[in-house]
């Protein structure tokens, strides 16, 4: 019986680009060309849900990372130079935030040190619960404009922020580009000095050391592969005040996102009808053929009952009756629906980000601890004042509102009872009641509103501004049309007489001529710039501590994504190690290498560089392994499975040309007892012949992949599992690695299914149009000509392949 058990095996309608295994449940992502992102389970590799490129988001996916927790997904677009965060169990976008270069790599890691600071802030993270109510959900009537957001997933954006211990998404690009973000949304650093385009990254967990592979431009201008430890001990000797700022800081970003969301239904409750009024009556003004004023005309009407022909065609013929009905309303809805979003969801909001604002502010001041960090006690009071600015603007909005519901009211039912009359029809004896305060209320409601404005139609193609809500949802940088009248307001005149508190810091300035969209806008750019600041000097202190030249390569392929190809980075956390395992095809194509450094970079690491001889085999427990006792290989492809074992496709001899899916074990070939001198002057592919090497031992971890021209391999050392890849990018195959084992571990795997079924009763819901066809397909399969069928396709493929 061959090693390791295949259990899936799938031929793609597109070639795939990247893959990456979850590492908490038996589930692949997968990237393809034309920016779809697939999620397939392990068990005969069936699709759970498919994520369709989008315009807003983009189309061009170049690399992927699962968040160590198997929730979140992550993925860079090149085209639009976004990153996404995704939901594994419902295909949701949850959140998108912009990057200065494309991504070109991302690693997802969680930092594993222990400290009584960091264990005594994790049993206190939910203080803010005790204090702060819960944020209500999002209206399920609305659903937002902004593409990637849904009424149902305002619970999803606060839950972004996941378990309490720190984790760290880190992305590579061009140009050196490097960023860190705590809990994958907060840039926790900025970092510079890197030269090349990167290709690999990796964290180490006790976040002393960060490992990059570059690629840079050789002196003869050959792409040249390059190994980078950047020195991130900052990180390291902060590490509980590192982790308290950046969940504060991921806190006020998931609390920005949800302002932003509350606004975006304020807008959709906002209807275009309730701009009827204001349009209708500027096209009588421009229609009419007397030199009346609009509010003499309606003041006619008011006081004696009469109307002049064309207002009463105005009324008649354009508003209606029943138009006008259904502007009432449309305006009473409206405004109720806003109201309630103001008070329940802008309010609660904006409290809540002032309390974590405020207590970041108390950390700043304990200057001892944070400083080093970059926080600043004076922006961040500046910060606290915009919040601040921007709860005073949502309550005069809510001022606003009231007046503007209590003005309509009176002044529809005035009006539908004079269109009443001029129909003569019959007027109910509840409204034909007015007094005298009635009439006085109606009257200053119409010379308030009913005014020309010849400033406001050269700005807006309309003399009047009836409805005066909407101004506040407009994101426009203008001063409002008709800002509210404060002339007897006693609070404002006191301040402008007081020389002391008139310009107080602190009192929040209100902003009385602006929006409140702009209010917001200037909020979340004062924010912003608190958050920027730690980022900068986080990543000024980041330092080159290791630059290694390993080698040139030729020009790649077009054809051949450079997320698979070779050095790949591992980080030993128990013996705090980073690996690089890598090729030279081009000086010892028999040959795999291996470079160790230690996560502390003044740390003396002895054997830093060993390769393994893949031409000779020297295990001959059995008949077989001895008849390939002198074997040539070629290594197309490796990953390190975990600590103690590597993963690798290998290459026959080139007249044979078999390809052959092995676990290299680490111990034999760390054993080398030769020391290798690195020369400082040369690349690595110059002194080649001075690195000790050790022989190829396989034993029986190996399997022949048969007709199949395998080129790449994803692994998941902690699932068991690996995804093999063929050269042309479509036809994969599954595996179980550790077959042995699943006997004598029967309940850990009876647990870790358990663990799934959660996340696969709430995925086949999801994907339940997308795995009933799989599921016929894959039935059919299994009848005896279906089977046998889809087995000549696989080979018929790979025969040309191989061809």
């Known amino acids: 019986m061959p090693a390791f058990r295949q259990v899936?095996?799938?031929?793609?309608?597109?070639?795939?680009?990247?893959?990456?295994?979850?590492?908490?449940?038996?589930?692949?992502?997968?990237?393809?060309?034309?920016?779809?992102?697939?999620?397939?389970?392990?068990?005969?590799?069936?699709?759970?849900?498919?994520?369709?490129?989008?315009?807003?988001?983009?189309?061009?996916?170049?690399?992927?990372?699962?968040?160590?927790?198997?929730?979140?997904?992550?993925?860079?677009?090149?085209?639009?130079?976004?990153?996404?965060?995704?939901?594994?169990?419902?295909?949701?976008?949850?959140?998108?935030?912009?990057?200065?270069?494309?991504?070109?790599?991302?690693?997802?890691?969680?930092?594993?040190?222990?400290?009584?600071?960091?264990?005594?802030?994790?049993?206190?993270?939910?203080?803010?619960?005790?204090?702060?109510?819960?944020l209500p959900t999002l209206p399920k009537s609305y659903s937002t404009t902004s593409k990637i957001f849904s009424e149902e997933k305002s619970d999803e954006i606060m839950n972004l922020l996941g378990e309490v211990r720190l984790n760290i998404l880190v992305l590579g690009g061009d140009h050196g580009f490097v960023e860190l973000y705590a809990y994958g949304m907060y840039k926790i650093a900025t970092l510079t000095g890197v030269s090349g385009r990167c290709r690999s990254l990796s964290l180490s967990s006790d976040l002393k050391s960060l490992s990059v592979i570059t690629e840079v431009r050789s002196a003869d201008n050959n792409p040249e592969i390059c190994y980078v430890q950047l020195d991130t001990g900052l990180l390291s000797d902060c590490l509980p005040e590192v982790t308290r700022m950046a969940r504060k800081f991921t806190h006020i970003s998931t609390l920005l996102q949800y302002l932003h969301l509350s606004l975006t239904c304020m807008c959709e409750a906002w209807e275009d009808i309730l701009m009827q009024m204001d349009l209708r009556l500027t096209k009588f003004v421009q229609e009419k053929n007397t030199t009346t004023q609009v509010q003499d005309e309606f003041l006619e009407l008011l006081l004696w009952g009469q109307s002049s022909p064309e207002l009463q065609a105005l009324l008649m013929n354009q508003l209606t009756v029943k138009g006008l009905k259904k502007l009432g309303h449309s305006i009473e809805s409206s405004y109720s629906s806003i109201q309630k979003l103001v008070i329940s969801h802008l309010q609660s909001g904006s409290e809540a980000l002032l309390y974590h604002l405020s207590e970041v502010k108390g950390m700043s001041l304990w200057k001892q601890k944070f400083e080093p960090l970059g926080l600043d006690s004076v922006a961040l009071e500046g910060a606290i004042t915009a919040v601040g600015s921007f709860s005073l603007k949502a309550n005069e909005l809510l001022q606003v509102i009231d007046k503007s519901m209590k003005n309509f009211k009176a002044f529809f039912r005035w009006l539908y009872v004079a269109m009443l009359r001029m129909c003569e029809e019959h007027v109910p004896p509840e409204l034909n009641k007015m007094t005298q305060k009635d009439i006085a209320f109606v009257a200053d409601f119409l010379s308030e509103h009913f005014s020309e404005n010849e400033e406001l139609f050269d700005r807006k193609g309309k003399y009047f501004n009836v409805e005066r809500v909407g101004q506040y949802l407009k994101d426009e940088d203008e001063d409002l049309v008709s800002p509210p009248n404060t002339k007897g307001n006693q609070w404002l005149n006191f301040l402008q007489e007081s020389t002391y508190l008139k310009e107080s810091p602190l009192l929040f300035p209100s902003y009385p001529q602006k929006s409140l969209h702009f209010v917001k806008r200037m909020m979340e750019n004062v924010i912003e710039h608190c958050l920027?600041?730690?980022?900068?000097?986080?990543?000024?202190?980041?330092?080159?501590?290791?630059?290694?030249?390993?080698?040139?390569?030729?020009?790649?392929?077009?054809?051949?994504?450079?997320?698979?190809?070779?050095?790949?980075?591992?980080?030993?956390?128990?013996?705090?190690?980073?690996?690089?395992?890598?090729?030279?095809?081009?000086?010892?194509?028999?040959?795999?290498?291996?470079?160790?450094k230690g996560t502390d970079p003044n740390r003396h690491i002895p054997n830093s560089v060993v390769s393994v001889d893949l031409s000779h085999h020297l295990d001959n427990a059995d008949d077989n392994a001895a008849a390939q006792s002198h074997y040539v290989y070629s290594c197309l492809d490796a990953r390190f499975y975990d600590d103690e074992m590597l993963t690798v496709v290998l290459q026959g001899a080139e007249e044979d040309n078999r390809r052959v899916l092995a676990q290299l074990p680490l111990s034999s070939t760390l054993s080398c007892e030769t020391e290798f001198t690195w020369e400082p002057n040369l690349r690595l592919d110059q002194q080649t012949s001075a690195i000790p090497c050790q022989g190829l031992v396989l034993g029986n971890q190996w399997r022949e992949l048969e007709s199949m021209k395998a080129q790449f391999v994803a692994v998941n050392g902690i699932r068991k599992v690996a995804c093999v890849l063929s050269a042309n990018l479509r036809h994969i195959r599954v595996f179980e690695m550790d077959v042995e084992d699943e006997d004598e571990e029967g309940a850990d795997s009876q647990n870790n299914s358990a663990d799934q079924e959660g996340l696969d009763t709430t995925m086949t819901s999801q994907g339940q149009g997308e795995e009933s066809v799989e599921a016929e397909g894959e039935a059919g399969e299994q009848r005896g000509d279906g089977f046998q069928k889809t087995e000549e396709h696989l080979e018929s493929e790979e025969a040309l392949e191989l061809s």
Request: a neutral charge; aromatic letters at 10%; one cysteine or more.
């Open 532 to 596: 920027q600041k730690p980022a900068e000097v986080i990543g000024k202190s980041v330092k080159q501590a290791v630059f290694l030249p390993l080698y040139t390569v030729p020009e790649s392929s077009e054809n051949t994504p450079r997320l698979f190809e070779l050095p790949s980075l591992w980080n030993d956390k128990k013996a705090k190690m980073h690996y690089v395992v890598f090729c030279m095809p081009e000086i010892s194509p028999c040959k795999l290498y291996l470079l160790r």
């Open 8 to 134: 899936g095996e799938k031929q793609l309608p597109n070639p795939v680009l990247c893959m990456a295994w979850s590492p908490k449940r038996d589930l692949i992502a997968l990237a393809n060309t034309t920016g779809e992102l697939l999620l397939h389970r392990l068990a005969s590799f069936q699709r759970v849900w498919s994520l369709p490129p989008s315009e807003y988001t983009g189309k061009e996916i170049t690399a992927l990372a699962w968040r160590p927790d198997g929730k979140i997904l992550a993925f860079s677009l090149g085209d639009t130079k976004q990153v996404v965060l995704c939901g594994v169990e419902k295909a949701e976008i949850l959140h998108v935030f912009p990057v200065q270069n494309p991504g070109t790599c991302m690693h997802w890691m969680e930092v594993m040190e222990e400290s009584s600071a960091l264990s005594a802030f994790y049993n206190s993270e939910d203080e803010s619960k005790l204090f702060l109510p819960k």
